[in-house]
């Protein structure tokens, strides 16, 4: 049987690195031309263009790795097919599924090591990239956010601020009411500055006004140069502007972004979703050897035109499929966990079906 295993895995892998290339040379020159006109516009040197067309080479292997394999598996079974060898494969007494074994294991180790090839490898760069290619196309973020509302310590504060510095970490105008556990309104504190002690992990309110409401209904006052509170202690990251993209972000930013959102009490549903697709799309390069194992067995004629529309239709309709659930959870519809599984589920269950019906 491990004669048939190396037989199978030779002539898939040569298939494999061949389409790999010529999808991730395909991905490039989308990206290249969709920001050409930009690049001409902005006089960006050719040398920065390769720079940044560099940076998303990881983001574009990404991509092509289920095509690749989709691709490579289909026209494979399709020319051991067309060439009459599965009849002896079969005839030998092998099932369809033990001889595709080693192939559905490499979508898994594919599948496994792509998870981290993104954690580890494509976001970094991904970051690099976009931060190049925005300064090279004019576009400067703000180190400031204005008109900032957040909500600490699961409800009980509100903090509002005219600017947040994030180079200084300062807080302009602050304007803070504390409520108590019953929920009842105990404290509002408005400042001129507010800045962050690294030390005491605290933000220190400078030219303080402290308003205090008592439980009679009275309510007293209170003027401080400085003054802080240990429930005030809400990170200044928090602060930042919300327009953060997570898929810039590794899984333990991911993770820590959604906990700020949550905690501010800010719309999360659609990051939570991107966080778990990140799971999801590790099964992507097993799924679509699922799919594409059967179907390469029906081919005899054009192999490779129609192992190539097989694949490229394949993995559009999957990449849809996956939108849509994304679309549908951030709306409510779905849940995130739920939105980011549906594709790999629904096709999962499509290929074991065409894997257990496929004749041998």
Known sequence: ??????????????????????????????????????????????????????????????????????????????NLHAQNELISVFSSGISLFRFVMPLLVFGLI??????????????????TKDQISSLALGFHSSDTNA??????????????????SEVSRELSRPSILIWDGQGSLRTRVLADSAYWDPL????????????????????????????????????PQDFSQVEQNIENMDLVQAQERIEQLVASG???????????????????????????????????KNILLVSLLTSLGFAVLYFIVRMLGGLLATLGYLSPQLGAWAGVVLFSLGGILLLAFSRT
Do not use: C
């Not at 090591?113 to 991904?126: A, C, H, K, M, Q």
């Not at 008109?147 to 947040?164: C, E, F, K, L, M």
């Not at 999360?268 to 099964?283: D, I, M, P, V």
């Open 1 to 78: 049987m491990k004669i048939f295993d190396y037989y199978l895995l030779k002539i898939i892998f040569p298939i494999f690195f061949i389409a790999l290339l010529l999808f991730v040379l395909l991905l490039q020159l989308v990206d290249l031309f969709g920001n050409l006109n930009r690049y001409l516009a902005y006089e960006v040197p050719i040398g920065l263009i390769g720079q940044i067309q560099l940076l998303y080479t990881p983001k574009s292997i990404q991509f092509a790795l289920p095509i690749a394999l989709l691709f490579s598996f289909a026209y494979g079974t399709g």
């Open 110 to 127: 594919v599948g496994w090591g792509s998870f981290y090839f993104e954690d580890r490898i494509v976001i970094p760069t991904l970051r």
């Open 147 to 164: 008109n900032v509302t957040r909500i600490g310590d699961q409800g009980r504060v509100i903090y509002a601020a005219s600017v947040y």
């Open 200 to 235: 005491r992990e605290l933000w220190v309110f400078r030219g303080v006004s402290i308003y205090t409401f008592e439980s009679e209904g009275t309510i007293t006052t209170e003027f401080k140069n400085e003054y802080t509170n240990l429930l005030l202690d809400k990170r």
């Open 266 to 300: 800010l719309p999360h549903r659609r990051e939570q979703t991107l966080y778990f697709e990140r799971f999801s799309f590790a099964l992507t390069p097993f799924v679509v050897g699922l799919l594409s194992i059967p179907l390469g067995g029906r081919f005899k």
